[in-house]
């Protein structure tokens, strides 16, 4: 499986700011994804990235609030745009290994957000 | 519509005692993949198996055992002789065929205790 690095690993905000969560893998992937895992809850999808078009959206999350870039096919970042402390949460990003029996998705280690 | 139910929110066992983490599915699909992901306190979550709706076998990997059974929509997890290091939250998860979407369960909170 690929190595998946993020930055920061965590990260304390004031409200109203943004923050640019960086995923980078050491292999070329199509589609990465990122997820949302608020305070003891489990993980959320907010949206699909594929390289070369604009993220898909999962019901709930909107560009404005979670711009996402996608420039190559190693690197992603998702902003969390004007925060609140309703954002605080681990931020997960995961990309999509085809094996022979089928996808698997493997996940970075998160960013663990918290917002003031 | 896609659904993973694990009722245990919670779970204490000894070391070295066997536990078993229940997962229940719901999907319309024919074609589905279940999975097993571990999140110990770090915060990563590791994968730790992938199982076609095809493939009934059960798998053992060491102290690791799943348990597929379609009759009962379940995709048990079986640790056998616990270990504290096996001390995490442990999730089930669905997709179906086509979709890249994953559908995480609540997961089971693990505690070993030493």
């Given at each position: 499986s690929a190595v998946i690095s993020q930055k920061p690993s965590r990260d304390i905000c004031q409200r109203g700011t943004s923050l640019t969560i960086q995923c980078q893998v050491d292999s070329q992937v199509t589609m990465m994804f990122w997820y949302r895992q608020q305070p003891g809850q489990s993980l959320t999808l907010i949206a699909t990235a594929n390289q070369g078009s604009e993220a898909t959206y999962e019901s709930g999350f909107v560009i404005d609030k979670f711009p996402i870039s996608?420039?190559?096919?190693?690197f992603s970042t998702l902003t969390v745009s004007?925060?609140?402390?309703?954002?605080s949460s681990i931020y997960l990003c995961s990309l999509e290994v085809t094996g022979g029996s089928g996808d698997t998705q493997y996940f970075g280690p998160g960013t663990r957000l918290t917002v003031l | 519509a896609q659904k993973v139910t694990q009722a245990q929110t919670e779970i204490s066992v000894v070391e070295k005692e066997d536990v078993t983490l229940d997962c229940v599915y719901e999907t319309r699909d024919t074609t589905y993949y279940l999975f097993w992901y571990k999140q110990p306190p770090s915060g990563e979550l590791v994968f730790l198996i992938r199982r076609n709706s095809f493939d009934e076998q059960n798998e053992i990997s060491g102290r690791y055992s799943w348990n597929f059974q379609k009759s009962t929509s379940s995709f048990n997890f079986t640790i056998t002789a616990?270990?504290?290091?096996?001390s995490a939250v442990y999730f089930c998860a669905l997709s179906e065929a086509g979709d890249d979407k994953i559908i995480f369960g609540k997961g089971t909170r693990l505690h070993i205790l030493p």
């Amino acid at each position: 499986s690929a190595v998946i690095s993020q930055k920061p690993s965590r990260d304390i905000c004031q409200r109203g700011t943004s923050l640019t969560i960086q995923c980078q893998v050491d292999s070329q992937v199509t589609m990465m994804f990122w997820y949302r895992q608020q305070p003891g809850q489990s993980l959320t999808l907010i949206a699909t990235a594929n390289q070369g078009s604009e993220a898909t959206y999962e019901s709930g999350f909107v560009i404005d609030k979670f711009p996402i870039s996608r420039p190559n096919l190693t690197f992603s970042t998702l902003t969390v745009s004007n925060m609140s402390p309703e954002d605080s949460s681990i931020y997960l990003c995961s990309l999509e290994v085809t094996g022979g029996s089928g996808d698997t998705q493997y996940f970075g280690p998160g960013t663990r957000l918290t917002v003031l | 519509a896609q659904k993973v139910t694990q009722a245990q929110t919670e779970i204490s066992v000894v070391e070295k005692e066997d536990v078993t983490l229940d997962c229940v599915y719901e999907t319309r699909d024919t074609t589905y993949y279940l999975f097993w992901y571990k999140q110990p306190p770090s915060g990563e979550l590791v994968f730790l198996i992938r199982r076609n709706s095809f493939d009934e076998q059960n798998e053992i990997s060491g102290r690791y055992s799943w348990n597929f059974q379609k009759s009962t929509s379940s995709f048990n997890f079986t640790i056998t002789a616990s270990q504290v290091v096996d001390s995490a939250v442990y999730f089930c998860a669905l997709s179906e065929a086509g979709d890249d979407k994953i559908i995480f369960g609540k997961g089971t909170r693990l505690h070993i205790l030493p």
